[in-house]
């Protein structure tokens, strides 16, 4: 067993840990499973590196975890006993910026947050943002195919990604540094890398396509009475002013009771509404765009789909909306152990769903802290419950419930946070059988010998 970590160190040098030498943030991810120390830790700091890493683990049919921010919340960073963790946290940086062409190159380690910084700073607008945008890596984001609060406008990580770079389990280099918007030469095997969680090759460098940044942005919170008078807001919105609309976020009353009595933010509102929206649109340079978002807004007022709302009138005003949203962030502070989900429920299922855990919840679970907030526009739905003392049977029992209503309106598992370890077992909800064997097809002709990420996905 010790064979393959004196190759490694043969090869790799100081680049490989062990035993006490592994940083305690390389035993875990965000998900919750407990700490497990890996056998060795890998640090490489090229692709040359990494490809030689994998090589050694090929030959020798050792397991490899792969690691970036550690931010996932699924289990699919988070090591098993006796793998090689494999942390490309060392290849960080942005390589190139082609203002030209609207992109960047990037090293797969690299922040999220110094991706946007380096579009910012060159004109532009990373089109990918989510909460842990300081520690989450470009590499992990499209590993997972993250989502975030723009999806509405900017689509998930696959439709902001042109090219990769990408080392296969036997250590091969495939690369498509592409830049151009149209490559029709051949197959697109890119996006096979896209959200595949790491079970079919490692990631190591990610080009961008970017956006112009937004002008005018608008920002409003809204409240409704229905989830159906909130979809008609969105549509009437979109009709209005097509294109516009950044994010389109919705909060439940159990939601805003949290942020409230909980943790401790004012009043939205002085009623209490079914449906908080959180809405803000980019409507352009032009003082009129900030007339037309607030218009738009009183004539959904007059006719009775919007019962209350605010504009923000600076950029505190902003910030103090977000922070509604935000408080899932501070849970931790306030609330006992949580099961997160992150699953999609079609829109015209949304109500249903919500029903059913309002009547569900309370039967089976009476000490429950439970809530549901979405980017909703995307079908993209959050739903976390708290739980004094929480036991493992516990957990399954809720998940069970979730993940049962989810299938029985034709939704899916997961949203945006991938499959990982924890949602493996409830993969077939939502994928069909001859879906699970082209999937295990891949993995075999990619993986033969089962080494990338074992046990996460399938």
Same mark, same amino acid.
């Given at each position: 067993m010790n064979d393959v970590i004196d190759a490694l160190k043969a090869?790799?040098?100081?680049?490989?840990?062990?035993?006490?030498?592994?940083?305690?943030?390389?035993?875990a991810d965000a998900s919750g499973l407990a700490p497990t120390p890996p056998k060795a830790l890998a640090l490489p700091q090229t692709t040359e590196d990494v490809a030689t890493a994998l090589r050694i683990c090929h030959e020798h049919g050792h397991p490899v975890v792969t690691q970036g921010g550690l931010t996932g919340l699924a289990g699919g960073a988070h090591p098993q006993a006796g793998e090689i963790a494999l942390s490309l946290e060392r290849m960080t940086g942005i390589e190139e910026i082609d203002a030209a062409s609207a992109m960047l190159t990037a090293l797969a380690g690299t922040p999220l947050a110094t991706v946007q910084q380096a579009a910012d700073e060159a004109g532009y607008l990373c089109g990918i943002d989510l909460g842990a945008r300081g520690t989450c890596t470009i590499g992990g984001n499209a590993a997972t195919n993250a989502g975030g609060n723009q999806v509405l406008r900017y689509g998930m990580a696959r439709r902001n990604i042109l090219g990769l770079e990408v080392v296969l389990a036997d250590g091969t280099v495939v690369r498509s540094l592409n830049k151009m918007l149209k490559n029709n030469a051949g197959y697109d095997w890119t996006q096979l890398f896209i959200g595949?969680?790491?079970?079919?090759?490692?990631?190591?460098?990610?080009?961008?396509?970017?956006?112009?940044?937004?002008?005018?942005?608008?920002?409003a919170l809204c409240a409704v009475g229905s989830f159906e008078d909130g979809l008609l807001v969105l549509r009437q919105f979109q009709q209005a002013h097509p294109g516009r609309l950044l994010v389109f976020e919705a909060m439940w009353r159990e939601f805003m009771s949290v942020a409230t009595r909980i943790c401790g933010l004012p009043n939205a509102f002085e009623a209490e509404h079914d449906i908080t929206l959180l809405i803000e649109a980019?409507? #352009?340079?032009?003082?009129?765009?900030?007339?037309?978002?607030?218009?738009?807004? !009183?004539?959904?007022?007059?006719? %009775?789909? +919007?019962?209350?709302?605010?504009?923000?009138q600076s950029r505190t005003d902003r910030n103090r909306f977000w922070a509604y949203r935000e408080t899932p962030y501070e849970y931790g502070r306030f609330l006992p152990e949580e099961i997160r989900f992150d699953v999609s429920v079609p829109l015209d299922r949304m109500t249903e769903a919500v029903a059913h855990l309002r009547e569900e919840m309370p039967k089976k679970w009476p000490?429950?802290?439970?809530?549901?907030?979405?980017?909703?526009?995307?079908?993209?739905?959050?739903?976390?419950?708290?739980?004094?003392?929480?036991?493992?049977?516990?957990?399954?029992?809720?998940? #069970?419930?979730?993940?049962?209503?989810?299938?029985?309106l034709?939704?899916?598992? !997961?949203?945006?946070?991938?499959? %990982?370890? +924890?949602k493996r077992p409830y993969l077939s909800l939502s994928r069909s059988e001859p879906e699970l064997a082209l999937m295990a097809k891949m993995k075999q002709t990619l993986d033969p010998a089962g080494i990338l990420n074992p046990g996460r996905v399938l």
């Amino acid at each position: 067993m010790n064979d393959v970590i004196d190759a490694l160190k043969a090869a790799l040098g100081s680049q490989v840990r062990t035993g006490s030498d592994i940083p305690l943030r390389n035993h875990a991810d965000a998900s919750g499973l407990a700490p497990t120390p890996p056998k060795a830790l890998a640090l490489p700091q090229t692709t040359e590196d990494v490809a030689t890493a994998l090589r050694i683990c090929h030959e020798h049919g050792h397991p490899v975890v792969t690691q970036g921010g550690l931010t996932g919340l699924a289990g699919g960073a988070h090591p098993q006993a006796g793998e090689i963790a494999l942390s490309l946290e060392r290849m960080t940086g942005i390589e190139e910026i082609d203002a030209a062409s609207a992109m960047l190159t990037a090293l797969a380690g690299t922040p999220l947050a110094t991706v946007q910084q380096a579009a910012d700073e060159a004109g532009y607008l990373c089109g990918i943002d989510l909460g842990a945008r300081g520690t989450c890596t470009i590499g992990g984001n499209a590993a997972t195919n993250a989502g975030g609060n723009q999806v509405l406008r900017y689509g998930m990580a696959r439709r902001n990604i042109l090219g990769l770079e990408v080392v296969l389990a036997d250590g091969t280099v495939v690369r498509s540094l592409n830049k151009m918007l149209k490559n029709n030469a051949g197959y697109d095997w890119t996006q096979l890398f896209i959200g595949s969680e790491g079970t079919l090759g490692v990631i190591t460098r990610v080009v961008i396509g970017l956006h112009p940044k937004p002008q005018g942005l608008q920002t409003a919170l809204c409240a409704v009475g229905s989830f159906e008078d909130g979809l008609l807001v969105l549509r009437q919105f979109q009709q209005a002013h097509p294109g516009r609309l950044l994010v389109f976020e919705a909060m439940w009353r159990e939601f805003m009771s949290v942020a409230t009595r909980i943790c401790g933010l004012p009043n939205a509102f002085e009623a209490e509404h079914d449906i908080t929206l959180l809405i803000e649109a980019d409507m #352009g340079e032009d003082p009129a765009g900030t007339e037309a978002f607030s218009l738009v807004l !009183s004539d959904l007022y007059e006719r %009775g789909l +919007i019962k209350d709302a605010l504009v923000a009138q600076s950029r505190t005003d902003r910030n103090r909306f977000w922070a509604y949203r935000e408080t899932p962030y501070e849970y931790g502070r306030f609330l006992p152990e949580e099961i997160r989900f992150d699953v999609s429920v079609p829109l015209d299922r949304m109500t249903e769903a919500v029903a059913h855990l309002r009547e569900e919840m309370p039967k089976k679970w009476p000490e429950a802290i439970w809530v549901a907030f979405g980017h909703v526009a995307d079908s993209n739905i959050h739903i976390n419950v708290a739980i004094q003392d929480m036991t493992d049977e516990t957990k399954k029992d809720v998940q #069970g419930l979730v993940y049962d209503l989810v299938s029985r309106l034709g939704g899916s598992v !997961s949203a945006e946070h991938g499959i %990982g370890r +924890i949602k493996r077992p409830y993969l077939s909800l939502s994928r069909s059988e001859p879906e699970l064997a082209l999937m295990a097809k891949m993995k075999q002709t990619l993986d033969p010998a089962g080494i990338l990420n074992p046990g996460r996905v399938l």
